[in-house]
Structures are given as C-alpha cells and as structure tokens.
C-alpha cells in the first residue's frame, strides 16, 4: 500500500501554542487531517467542528513507560461520540485522530479504514490494545477502495511524522541491501536486520537469548514477554526466535531484545565488513 518516498510539505498546527498540546497536521495538497491530543485536552479536542465528523482514530497507552505504546483502533460517524463512549472505558494517554478536510467521509469509508489499519498495525508488530477483531468488512466499490487506500496511506505519514510508528511495517530482507545490513552473532545468538530511517529492523528467524539475570534487567524481560504474548517471539528452546520482521526505534532496543540484556546497539550491531553500526553511519570528512 505505501507509496514511492517522495518530498512532501507537511503542515503542523499548533491550536493552543503549546507544543505538549493538541497537534494538527497535514500534507497541503491532500484532504486528510490528523490530531494529536492527550486526554487531558480530549475536552477541548470534542469542541472542535472536526470531531462531530465521521474519522478514524488510534487509543495509545504507554503504561509501561517503555516508549512503545499499546494502540487500539476504532471508527466512528461522529468522533466526539465514540471518543466519549472510550473516556471511562479503556485505559489510555492519547488518541490520534484522522478527518477529512472537505467533511467527505462516510461510515463506509472509516469502516474500511478500520480494517485496513488494524491489518498494518499486525503487520508493523505493533502491541494491540483491545483490537481481537480485525474490523468491519463488507463489499467496498473498487473506486472507493482506491480513494480509501490514498486516504489511509496519507495518515500513515502524518502519523509517522508526528512521532508514532504504529503503523510502519518494517523493512524485509528482500527490500534491503545487503552492504546495509546488520547483525549480532553471540553464544546462542544469531540476528540481522536492517538499520533505516524508521528504526532498527530485527528480520523473521533471527534468534535471541532470554534474559538470564532478571533482578540488573527486569525492563528487557518484561519487554521480552510483552513480543512474546504479541507473537513477534517464539519460545525456542531456552531461547528465543522472532517469528516476523520487527522495527524497533533505536539500535539499542533492538539489541537489548536480541542479547537478553542492556546494551549499546551501536557497538553491537556490525555490518559485514565488521565495522559497528555507529562506525558505518558516522559523518566521516
């Protein structure tokens, strides 16, 4: 689904001026706008025009304080209403947003929305908060199919932008290069991956070691059980295996994962010429 990169203005609004606040963005010569609201302003967010249209939005909840946010993903005719139906409902810190800028949306279009993006966030390994189904379906026309498609592929990049990767899947083996790619090889371990703008991919089959001392690394075990309750890891022996290309948003978190430990995934991850990660990508003059 995701288009060719290309140059793109993207416009950030602040309504209140405050940069911790509600956030509005969107690409100038598209039709889709994203919000970014923490709850504490979910108020003054349900005041807007915008929130009695029909949208689709993403619940995060970053309990753990991990940095990686459970997401749930819902539709709705009228934001405001289905946003107030979750306030007393679900745990969550934030809702991210998405409207039409010419109020052009119908049930029909977020209802396939839906669907489409709980089916990328699977596929990005993103933590799922509460989305056990995989969203309404129903016979689509294939032009609304397609202008459903260009919407959706627009939130994806106004979402990335403002911060989220919920909805970015992670490059695979036969999309990367191999002078790119990365790897760890240790006692019982064996991971590649590729090192990109959206993070760190670890690819499927590469294998890791579970977290031996968990009183000094408490944080990677918990993370550790977290991907193996959402599938990305497979129990193996007295290890582990990732059963999907997975990106995480630094070196070091992927390497952390990877070796059962706190680490530096810049010294850990080498390219195959065996410089580190942090050698290969470091501004040389």
């Known amino acids: 689904m995701s288009a060719a990169k290309r140059p793109q203005t993207i416009q950030i609004f602040l309504p209140t001026g405050d940069p911790n606040g509600i956030r509005q963005a969107e690409i100038t010569t598209r ?11 979910l108020k003054l967010f349900t005041e ?3 929130s009695t249209q029909p949208g689709l939005y993403f619940l995060l909840s970053d309990e753990n304080g991990d940095g990686e946010p459970e997401v749930y993903i819902g539709e709705s005719d009228s934001l405001r209403d289905g946003l107030k139906n979750h306030d007393s409902k679900r745990t969550w810190d934030r809702v991210v947003a998405a409207v039409s800028t010419s109020n052009s949306w119908t049930k029909v279009h977020v209802q396939y929305m839906e669907r489409q993006a709980i089916s990328l ?3 990005a390994g993103a933590r799922q908060l509460g989305n056990s189904a995989a969203g309404y379906s129903s016979h689509v026309p294939a032009p609304l199919v397609a202008d459903c498609e260009e919407y959706l592929e627009t939130i994806r990049v106004l979402v990335s932008t403002l911060g989220f990767n919920f909805l ?3 490059a695979s083996q036969e999309q990367s290069v191999d002078g790119q790619r990365v790897q760890i090889t240790a006692e019982g371990v064996s991971a590649s991956g590729v090192y990109t703008s959206a993070g760190l991919t670890v690819f499927a089959g590469s294998t890791a070691a579970r977290v031996s001392n968990v009183a000094s690394h408490g944080t990677v075990a918990a993370r550790q059980d977290r991907l193996v309750e959402a599938g990305v890891l497979a129990e193996q022996g007295s290890g582990l295996t990732f059963t999907q290309d997975h990106v995480f948003g630094t070196p070091s978190g992927a390497a952390s994962i990877v070796l059962g430990r706190n680490s530096n995934g810049w010294i850990e991850w ?4 065996g410089r580190t ?6 501004t040389t003059t």
């Open 31 to 41: 039709s889709v706008r994203v919000f970014d609201v923490p709850r504490s302003e």
């Open 48 to 50: 807007t025009p915008e």
């Open 168 to 170: 970015e899947v992670p």
């Open 121 to 123: 966030a699977k596929a």
């Open 277 to 282: 990660l942090s050698d290969a990508v470091r």
């Open 270 to 273: 080498r390219r195959s010429d």
